[in-house]
Nanobody, 125 residues
């Protein structure tokens, strides 16, 4: 099993930045793909970004490309999401997610992840 705990959410003005962190524990050696997705009240999941743990290949949703950066500290088992140039439409609960047994080429922002954290709220005004 894999446990994920997010932190770093908060409120920020449009144009500002936030960095989300996700601490992973448990059987993390089996995780091949990690990512972030978000959800707002009344809406479904929206893809954000993903990173393959084997080669660091990244993938982004068009809505965040060029503004958000996903990265990973392999030694500390921490996943990051640096969010710049934030917009009100970025307001959502952000979830850290992980998936096992998936090849790097299939690790995408749209990946259906088997594990997720409890979420952290990001509000942009």
């Amino acid at each position: 099993h894999v446990q994920l705990v997010e932190s770093g959410g908060g409120s920020v003005q449009a144009g500002g930045s936030l960095r989300l962190s996700c601490s992973a524990s448990g059987y993390t050696r089996s995780v091949d793909c990690m990512g972030w997705f978000r959800q707002s009240p009344g809406t479904g999941r929206e893809d954000v970004a993903a990173i393959a743990t084997s080669d660091g290949k990244t993938d982004y949703a068009d809505s965040v490309k060029g503004r958000f950066t996903i990265s990973r500290d392999r030694g500390k088992n921490i996943l990051y999401l640096q969010m710049n140039s934030l917009r009100p439409e970025d307001t959502a609960t952000y979830y850290c997610a992980a998936e096992r047994h998936i090849e790097s080429r299939w690790c995408r922002a749209s990946t259906v992840f088997g594990f997720r954290g409890q979420g952290t709220q990001v509000t942009v005004s």
